[in-house]
């Protein structure tokens, strides 16, 4: 069984985790391990969603993982970091070996990124390059091992060179576009000078601050330079900026985990990686000329979003799944949409049990909330050609593949297929849990960008919206069957029976067969009600319909039971009999009866009385004629079951 580490993180498509997840493969699939990442996207601040994406990090199975890589930075936000504390805490006291990367827990191994060169490389450009002395700078949130590593790092760039910090010029914003206005209006409060340059720990809040100072008529970089920090290399930017590649520090912390796997001392001391980098000197610091960027259409892509074309694309291909009328329907839509993923090898949902059962999901407050004991791989995808071969197919909807939850996903232990990663991710609509989607390319890393969560919320708004329409057409059927059927009983109803009569007569006619309706009346039916109350009065009502129901008449081709009155039973049934075959039905009823009564331990007992009618086709003068004769029969055998059981309702015994 090929061995798995597990990865636990949030945002997978984000420039630094994909990064580190990179490192991770390159150590892991070196030494034959398979990966599976579970990651959530980033949760909208509603709980209910927020629950419905952490139900992912419910899927891992300690006992069948080899180690764990938690980024627990990545999941520092709301509650979540509060949520999978537990799990990573249990992961180490189960003997797991567990490593974190950018975060240190006492007593669990931990990678750091070493951001001192990355920092340093800037401040070295714009004091030598630039003759930049004063310089400000605006790190992440206070307290976060990210902004106090780079501020430090930042210090001790400048203090190389010999300068000075200005207290005043430095800020503590949020790593996001939201801090630059606050900065900017520090640094320029009162009539202050603006300092040489301004240096911001990420780009989005350089951003920010070159925006800000775009908006009070300052003209970057002649009254000030500017540069961020950034994650993507070969990346053009109008911002000057270092950008370093987190993938040595996934590498070094999948290295550490599989040492501890294989029992060998590993430091609980955090450990620095340095990380490679390389630098854009671009527009913002004076390297590049403003004629070779268009300022404008740069404001206004990230205005734009630059998404507008997937959506309009999304757009058609939510239309093609919300208009399907079953789920097979959604789910080839589905497949047809996987070409908007991107670079990807394999896909497949692995979906609760009796995720799309109406009577599992009609009842709101009790919606399925986490995954089943049983999953059901229920679709999937191949873009290559090495899982093909088995059934020839590229897709495949309704696969009917069952497994435990504790395996998590049936490939990620077969060792006749290379090492790969397997990418976890919830299916979800709020806190109502579909099951999950798991995703492979291979020995390559996939690449999701914001596209795949918005595809993955569009699958999930799709399937949500063709349950409610399965329930909606499954309780207006429901409701059409009660119309014509009895609750109590089971039995076709007296509506049921006038409407199917006349199709029944036509085609015993049309068939030449004879046609036998027995009328049954439950005696007793009011004393019981009286004496022993109405839900004894239920019982008898049942125990009669079951005798009626669970014999048969030899020689019967199409047989139908009615309830048609409070204590008035129908059976109806065409083919070609014999006397005896009636006969015997009857004393089977009577025998059924005689047993119940013996064993019921009822203070009353269940008879009833019967009249059979009994026509050939060409007899055959209409449903009320075969009634007629039936209850006239009926009233003749009640007289006679009461001389033989001596049940006298009037004298209650």
């Known amino acids: 069984m090929r061995k798995c580490i597990a990865v636990f993180l949030a945002q997978p498509e984000k420039q630094y985790q994909l990064g580190i997840l990179q490192g991770i493969y390159n150590a892991a699939f070196e030494n034959g391990y398979n990966v599976a990442v579970f990651a959530t996207s980033y949760p909208d601040g509603k709980e209910k969603n927020m629950n419905g994406e952490l139900a992912i990090f419910s899927v891992p199975n300690l006992n069948k993982l080899s180690g764990v890589i938690c980024l627990s930075d990545t999941l520092k936000f709301d509650n979540i970091s509060m949520q999978l504390e537990p799990l990573y805490r249990q992961s180490k006291s189960n003997g797991l070996p567990v490593v974190t990367v950018d975060y240190s827990y006492e007593g669990i191994p931990s990678y750091i990124c070493d951001d001192t060169y990355v920092i340093g490389a800037m401040v070295d450009h714009l004091v030598k390059c630039h003759g930049c002395k004063d310089i400000a700078y605006m790190t992440g949130i206070k307290g976060h091992p990210h902004a106090e590593h780079r501020l430090m790092c930042f210090r001790k760039a400048m203090a190389e060179h010999g300068l000075t910090v200005n207290e005043d010029n430095l800020y503590y914003g949020d790593f996001w576009y939201f801090e630059g206005e606050n900065f900017v209006e520090k640094l320029t409060c009162g009539g202050r000078k603006l300092p040489d340059a301004i240096m911001c720990a990420n780009y989005p809040m350089a951003y920010s601050v070159y925006t800000a100072l775009f908006d009070r008529g300052y003209h970057v970089p002649d009254d000030v330079r500017i540069a961020g920090y950034d994650e993507e290399f070969n990346k053009l930017n109008f911002i000057s900026e270092t950008c370093r590649s987190t993938e040595k520090v996934g590498e070094a912390a999948c290295r550490g985990l599989i040492d501890l796997i294989e029992g060998k001392a590993v430091s609980t001391v955090p ?30 892509l990230w205005n734009s979003n630059e998404m507008g074309g997937f959506f309009s694309e999304f757009n058609g291909m939510n239309e093609c799944m919300l208009s399907q009328c079953d789920f097979d329907g959604v789910f080839w839509e589905i497949d047809a949409a996987t ?5 990807f090898e394999d896909l497949y949902f692995c979906m609760n049990d009796m995720w799309d059962d109406p009577e599992a999901t009609l009842d709101e ?36 593949i069952d497994f435990p939850l504790s395996d998590m996903f049936p490939l990620l232990y077969d060792e006749s297929l290379p090492p790969a990663a397997y990418t976890f991710r919830p299916l979800h609509f709020t806190d109502r849990c579909f099951g999950y989607v798991v995703i492979s390319n291979g020995q390559g890393l996939f690449h999701p960008d914001i596209a795949f969560n918005s595809w993955m919320r569009n699958v999930a708004n799709a399937l949500e919206s063709q349950q409610r329409l399965q329930n909606t057409m499954y309780l207006y059927k429901r409701m059409q069957e009660n119309a014509i059927t009895d609750l109590m009983t089971g039995f076709r109803n007296r509506n049921s029976f006038n409407i199917d009569m006349h199709d029944f007569l036509e085609s015993a ?9 027995i009328l049954g009346d439950l005696n007793g039916l009011k004393f019981i009600n009286d004496t022993y109350g109405h839900l004894e009065g239920d019982v008898s009502i049942k125990v009669a319909a079951l005798s009626v129901s669970s014999n048969v008449i030899n020689g019967s081709v199409k047989t139908e039971n009615y309830r048609i009155g409070g204590d008035e039973f129908v059976k109806i049934a065409s083919g070609h009999f014999t006397d005896k075959d009636i006969e015997e039905y009857c004393d089977s009823v009577r025998k059924f009866l005689t047993n119940y009564n013996h064993n019921s331990g009822k203070p009353y007992p269940v008879y009833i009385s019967m009249g059979v009618c009994r026509r050939k086709p060409n007899e055959i003068n209409g449903i009320d004629e075969l009634i007629s004769a039936a209850d006239k029969a009926m009233f003749e055998n009640k007289l006679k079951v009461k001389k ?4 006298d309702p009037k004298r209650k015994t």
């Not at 990380?275 to 610091?285: P, R």
């Not at 006619?509 to 309706?517: F, G, I, S, T």
């Not at 033989?644 to 049940?647: L, P």
Request: charged share 25%; hydrophobic share 20%; net charge negative.
């Open 365 to 400: 407050n009790e919606i399925v909330k986490e995954y089943t004991p049983i999953m059901h791989l229920h679709y999937y995808h191949h873009n290559n050609n090495h899982r093909d071969n088995h059934d020839g197919y590229k897709s495949k909807v309704g696969i009917g």
């Open 644 to 647: 033989e059981t001596g049940f």
């Open 509 to 517: 006619a049309k068939n030449n067969h004879e046609v036998v309706l």
């Open 339 to 343: 070409y908007y993923i991107g670079e």
């Open 271 to 300: 450990q620095r990686v340095k990380c490679e980098y390389q630098s854009n000197f671009s527009v913002t610091c004076g390297c590049s000329t403003t004629s070779d960027y268009d300022f404008t259409s740069k404001k206004q």
